[in-house]
Every structure is written in C-alpha cells, then in structure tokens.
C-alpha cells in the first residue's frame, strides 16, 4: 500500500508540474483558434462530396457559386490553424508565466517575437509588375512550426524569471504608474536578450532551429503515430484513472501537442489533395476510443438500465444524457469505476482494445483519417463522421461500441452481484 502510495504521489507531482500544466493549459487556450478553423475547414472542405455524391446540387446555382468561392471561404481556415504556431507561442508564453507569476501579456507577445525572428521573411511582387514586398510563408507559421513556438515561449518565459528576479531590488516606477507600464517596462530586456539570441542564430549564423527540431522529433512523431502509442497512452490514461488522478490532465500535458500538430498537418494535406499523413491526430482518440467519456463507457448506462440493482438502475438513468455528450463523470463515480478493483479491469481493456481495431482500420484505409476538429461534447455518432468526412467511421465505431458492450457487460454483472448481496443483506 506504501508503494502504490508513492506511485500517486508521483503522479500527482507529474500532473502539477509548471511546464506540464503550461503546455497544457496553452494548448487549451489555443483551442478557440483549432475550432474556428475547423469549423471553416469543414465549410470548405465540401468540393468532393458535393460532386461525388450530389452532382444535381454541384451543377446548380447554388453548387457552381459554393465551387467558385472554396478559397474564400477557407481564408479562416488558412488565418489560424494555418497560422497555428504564432497563437501557441504567445498562449504558452502566456501560461508559463502565469505559474511563475510573471506577467502574461508581455511574456506572450515576446514569444511571438521570438517565434517570428525564427522565421525568414522573403522580398516578393505581391502582383504582377509590382514592387516587391516583405512577406512571410504560412508555411513556417503552421503546424510545422509548432514544437518550435512552443520553444520559444518556454525560453522566453525562463529568461525573464531568472532576470526580472535578479533585478527586484531595483528602483521601480512610482507615482501612480499603471501595473501593464510597470510590467511592460519589467519584461523588455529579458525578452530583448531572447530576441536577440534568436535573431543572431537564425540571421547572423544561418543556423535553423526549426530544421533541427523536425529533425530531432522526427522519431517521437514516429512512435506517437503508432499503435504502441495508442496502447501505452490508453493504459497510462485509464490506469491514472482507476487511481484517482486526472489521467487525462497527464496525458494532454505529454501528447496534446503533437497530436494538434498531427490534425493540423493532416487538414493542410487535404486541402492540397495530397494523402493524409497521420492517423492518431486527436479526434481519433475522441471519437473512436474515448467515446462516451474514458473508458469508452457510453454502452454502460444503457447496461445498467436493465440491472437489477436500483443503485445501478438510478445510476444508468442519471448518467445516460450525459454520457451521449461525452461526459461520464456520473458514471466513473457513481457506479463507481475509479478505486474498483473489478471494474478497473475493463476500463482498461475497453478502450485498449478499442484502439487496436480503430488503428487496424485506418491504417488499412477501411475508415478515413481524421482531419477535422470538431466539439468534444458532440455525441460520437455525429463527431466521428464530421472529424473524417467518411460515413464508413460510423460503421468502426458501432463495432467498437458492440465490443466494448461485451467487455464491460460480465464486469458490471459481477459488480452487481456484488451490490445485490449487501442490498440484501
């Protein structure tokens, strides 16, 4: 029991670490930016089905005005997820500062400056015959890009924490001065030495971080786009789970990132009519193996609805809504699921196996990759389709469904034995 004691507070520890918690709160706070886009992504991203499978509708008004203005209409699209990695340097810049108690806004906008100065802005004509204009690539402000921002805001921040502590003790502006002058004046020379350093690397050396980096994560995105991966997160998860920790809180602040970089990736590919790169972007785990909530738990309610103890009958009924919108907390405590050495069982084994078929499938192009983001709380059966734009993802996630439903059901019998007992007694 000491040993297993350990272990939590370890991963209590892991959970609360400051860079953990920054990285995952900076990509939360970048998910508004992930849904505009995908919500203009999926708008745009129409022409095939439209022509394939409604070709009256394509040759209408209607059709040739939506055919004509695709480019249009994903301007959004290509104005933040395309811009993804500028949002992400200033919202981990923004969230490791807050756990230091720095100022956010300064420390966010210097990482920008710092992202930006990685980049190389080219002297192009805009139009034919014009003067030619600074511009920067999109490309290098993407997805690709997005390890490196995350860099960036994480260098930015421990520059300033190391400096502004050092210089406390100086004089500091008085006489009514507001906070934001006070700390704008505070951040500008550990975010001018960050500036800097990046600057004479990138333009003074012609040393590219960006370059270096794909390099040198090259092999994680091999491994995270894996079915090992899949399996060691969804055991690492669920397991954390059983335990009482917020497994989904460890897990995020370790693979969130990546998998963003992999969804955003994967809709700038289809876009280009190229083949989709990556299978295990987010809304694969959401809509094919987290369904319902962790554990792939939407089949429990409706179990319970039909069991004999009227604890488990309350709890099917209460936790029935819910789960169809992805929330299984009425189940995970009410049943309960989490400190239940019986259930523990299938709340890893589901989602597990889940994850095995769900990877088969896509890899051996049976359902589409996903590409698009779509709300969590959306239920499966209508997030699955729109993430892949591929009605067969219906078809995998009622057979993931129908096997979870006979992992889970001798499980929640013998706990509702278990129940009856003490009930009668």
């Known amino acids: 029991m000491?040993?297993?004691?350990?272990?939590?507070?370890?991963?209590?520890?892991?959970?609360?670490?400051?860079?953990?918690?920054?990285?995952?709160?900076?990509?939360?706070?970048?998910?508004?930016?992930?849904?505009?886009?995908?919500?203009?992504?999926?708008?745009?991203?129409?022409?095939?089905?439209?022509?394939?499978?409604?070709?009256?509708?394509?040759?209408s008004g209607v059709g040739q005005w939506y055919l004509a203005h695709t480019a249009q209409i994903l301007i959004?699209?290509?104005?933040?997820?395309?811009?993804?990695?500028?949002?992400?340097?200033?919202?981990?810049?923004?969230?490791?500062?807050?756990?230091y108690d720095l100022p956010p806004l300064p420390q966010g906008i210097g990482a920008v400056v710092v992202?930006?100065?990685?980049?190389?802005?080219?002297?192009?004509?805009?139009?034919?015959?014009?003067?030619?204009?600074?511009?920067?690539?999109?490309?290098?402000?993407?997805?690709?890009?997005?390890?490196?921002?995350?860099?960036?805001?994480?260098?930015?921040?421990?520059?300033?924490?190391?400096?502004?502590?050092?210089?406390?003790?100086?004089?500091?502006?008085?006489?009514?001065?507001?906070?934001?002058?006070?700390?704008?004046?505070?951040?500008?020379?550990p975010v001018l030495l960050a500036a800097s350093v990046m600057w004479g690397l990138r333009h003074l050396v012609g040393f590219d971080v960006q370059k270096m980096l794909i390099s040198a994560l090259k092999p994680m995105e091999t491994l995270g786009d894996s079915m090992g991966c899949v399996v060691l997160v969804n055991v690492a998860l669920h397991v954390f789970g059983v335990a009482g920790v917020h497994g989904i809180s460890v897990i995020n602040a370790v693979f969130l990132a990546l998998w963003q970089k992999f969804l955003a990736e994967n809709a700038a590919a289809h876009l280009a009519g190229a083949s989709i790169p990556y299978i295990t972007a987010y809304p694969f785990y959401q809509w094919f193996i987290w369904a319902g909530g962790a554990g792939i738990t939407l089949p429990v309610p409706f179990i319970l609805l039909f069991s004999r103890s009227g604890h488990l009958r309350k709890i099917g009924r209460f936790g029935l809504i819910p789960s169809l919108f992805n929330v299984n907390e009425p189940i995970l405590f009410g049943v309960p699921i989490v400190a239940n050495p019986i259930l523990a069982i299938p709340f890893v084994l589901a989602p597990v196996t889940a994850g095995i078929i769900s990877f088969v499938a896509v890899s051996a192009g049976l359902v589409g990759r996903p590409f698009i983001e779509v709300p969590w709380v959306l239920p499966c059966f209508i997030g699955a389709p729109l993430a892949t734009q591929d009605l067969r993802s219906l078809v995998l996630l009622g057979i993931n469904l129908g096997v979870s439903t006979m992992i889970w059901l001798p499980f929640l019998k013998a706990h509702e034995r278990k129940l009856m007992t003490n009930e009668d007694s």
């Open 76 to 99: 959004p699209y290509r104005l933040t997820m395309g811009m993804l990695s500028i949002y992400m340097a200033f919202t981990m810049g923004a969230s490791l500062a807050r756990q």
């Open 115 to 189: 992202f930006l100065l990685s980049t190389v802005p080219s002297r192009i004509p805009i139009e034919p015959g014009g003067a030619p204009t600074w511009v920067i690539p999109l490309p290098s402000l993407g997805p690709e890009a997005l390890f490196l921002s995350i860099l960036c805001g994480l260098l930015t921040v421990e520059a300033s924490r190391v400096f502004i502590k050092k210089t406390t003790k100086e004089p500091s502006l008085e006489g009514g001065v507001p906070q934001a002058v006070t700390d704008a004046f505070a951040s500008f020379l």
């Open 2 to 59: 000491k040993s297993w004691d350990r272990v939590l507070e370890a991963l209590a520890r892991m959970a609360r670490q400051r860079h953990m918690l920054a990285l995952r709160d900076g990509m939360i706070a970048a998910l508004p930016v992930i849904l505009i886009g995908s919500t203009f992504l999926l708008l745009g991203a129409q022409k095939d089905v439209l022509t394939r499978y409604f070709p009256g509708l394509a040759g």
